[in-house]
């Protein structure tokens, strides 16, 4: 793995500043997008009968945030055990119709990686997603970058297609543009089944499942495991968000992951992981 020179630096600002640009944007979308006034009828060179005054239109805020702290009995990403012990994930994210922006960050809880109560990785994801009939599109770009090693900073671009049906599957394609050039290409399949259980009014519980199965490059699995390409980890995954009111969720959850490919196994020296997690979201 090469060292960050004064290169990956200035690259790493570049890149840091395309995301306060992205979060700029949308502040100045979100400052412009008040209510419709009184003038602005629908239609083209049509007019309201003389002294018929013209009913406000229904403001629309398109802009939306949503706040979210993890706390997590491991880290695990890609078939890798990031941190062996709990760790805190917290996230931010603020969206104006299809575009979102999203900051992610890890912090590790004690000090198994020498990184006690520090945030070890930083996460910049700008997405945008759309919908034609029955199929899902997104396409972004995720920026990792790590405080305490800069030698893994790195950048992704991402294609998602997904299908409006049963289990909702989603081809993903993760294309490496800084540290190895490799792919990642994840297929999931999920479903919800929602309002399970309504112990109370305003509070209602869901089932989430989940399955993800990734298979990783030459050149990306060399750079995260050693072996070449090949299928790399499936995980699955359990939760029971409560849905509280219409602003919070409180999720618990349950997951597994285990690696496909032995030489894989080798190179990591496990062949699985087991970890859970409570998830307090906040949306408006």
């Known amino acids: 793995m090469s060292r960050v020179g004064k290169g990956r630096v200035m690259e790493r600002l570049r890149w840091g500043g395309w995301v306060y640009v992205a979060l700029a944007c949308l502040g100045v979308l979100a400052a412009a997008s008040g209510p419709a006034t009184a003038e602005e009828v629908p239609g083209v060179g049509l007019a309201l009968p003389e002294g018929q ?55 590790d809880t004690t000090d198994v990686n020498d990184f006690d109560n520090q945030f070890n990785e930083i996460d910049f994801t700008l997405d945008y997603s759309t919908a034609w009939k029955w199929l899902n599109f997104s396409v972004g770009a995720i920026d990792y970058v ?88 499936t995980t699955v995954i359990l939760g029971t968000p409560f849905a509280i009111g219409d602003h919070l969720t409180i999720t618990p959850y349950v997951s597994y992951m285990w690696i496909v490919d032995d030489d894989i196994t080798g190179a990591l020296g496990r062949d699985d992981a087991f970890w859970a997690g409570l998830s307090v979201t906040v949306s408006f």
């Open 53 to 107: 005054p013209a009913e406000p239109a229904e403001a629309e805020w398109p802009v939306s945030f949503a706040f979210d702290a993890t706390y997590a009995s491991k880290y695990v990403w890609r078939g890798m055990v990031v941190t062996e012990d709990p760790v805190f994930e917290p996230s931010v994210e603020v969206g104006f119709g299809d575009l979102t922006l999203n900051v992610w960050a890890n912090m």
């Open 146 to 233: 790590f405080p305490q090693a800069h030698t893994f900073d790195t950048t992704e671009a991402y294609l998602a297609i997904g299908a409006d049906v049963l289990t909702s599957p989603t081809l993903t394609v993760y294309q490496d543009l800084d540290e190895h050039d490799g792919q990642y290409i994840t297929l999931g399949f999920g479903h919800t089944f929602e309002d399970v259980w309504k112990p109370t009014e305003g509070v209602s519980m869901s089932v989430d499942l989940g399955a993800t199965c990734a298979w990783g490059s030459r050149k990306h699995n060399e750079f995260y495991y050693g072996p070449g390409s090949g299928w790399a980890d």
